[in-house]
């Protein structure tokens, strides 16, 4: 089994915001694409932070109380107070006018195009994150996910035991879908 490296595993082109997109902006592309977080790049290209739906949900929580097992409730169920706002409104109008920067994590965690995906792995698991930018010289080429790295050892696994490829789904973009013996779902 040769030795796999980031660059074999990576998602590219990738899906970004930029610092002063609004969160809805985000949430908005996050859902589009099926994924959990975005890196953010300013006008540059430079990497300045990772945005995530768990940030967003965070921001949520903070500012509208939503995003609690009783915020959904309350969102759900709560009528529009005489000249109040609903926290459904609350959260729409959070979301239009907050800005990326002002939730993201501002130091995210990369990994070089150049490093094995052994060593991607350990950096997922050091440092508890769910994706790393990849760099090349400074400038961000790929975004590497968990699950992209598990794709890529499953499929190692597979081609080292001769099994059939249809039992280890090929990395693809979009919402991961279950393979059985019968096909995809």
Same mark, same amino acid.
């Given at each position: 089994?040769?030795? #796999? ?22 949430? +908005? ?13 300013? /006008? ?13 949900? #965070? ?23 005489? +000249? ?43 440092? +508890? ?7 090349? #010289? ?13 794709? /890529? ?20 973009? +979009? ?11």
């Amino acid at each position: 089994m040769h030795e #796999k490296m980031v660059t074999d595993a990576m998602t590219r082109p990738v899906r970004f915001v930029r610092p002063s997109d609004t969160l809805a902006t985000a949430a +908005g592309i996050l859902r589009e694409h099926h994924i959990s977080g975005l890196p953010v790049l300013n /006008a540059d290209g430079d990497l300045v932070g990772i945005i995530s739906e768990r940030d967003i949900i #965070k921001e949520l929580h903070r500012a509208t109380g939503v995003g609690s097992p009783r915020g959904l409730l309350d969102l759900l169920l709560e009528a529009p107070s005489t +000249g109040g706002v609903s926290s459904l409104e609350a959260t729409r109008r959070r979301l239009e006018h907050a800005r990326v920067e002002e939730v993201m994590s501002a130091r995210p965690v990369t990994i070089d195009a150049d490093d094995t995906l052994e060593e991607a792995i350990r950096v997922l698991r050091q440092f +508890g994150v769910n994706r790393l930018p990849v760099l090349q #010289k400074g400038r961000m080429v790929g975004i590497l996910t968990r699950q992209d790295a598990i794709i /890529a050892l499953a499929g190692e696994v597979r081609r080292s035991a001769n099994l059939p490829a249809r039992l280890i789904p090929a990395a693809h973009p +979009g919402r991961p879908r279950l393979v059985t013996a019968e096909g995809r779902r």
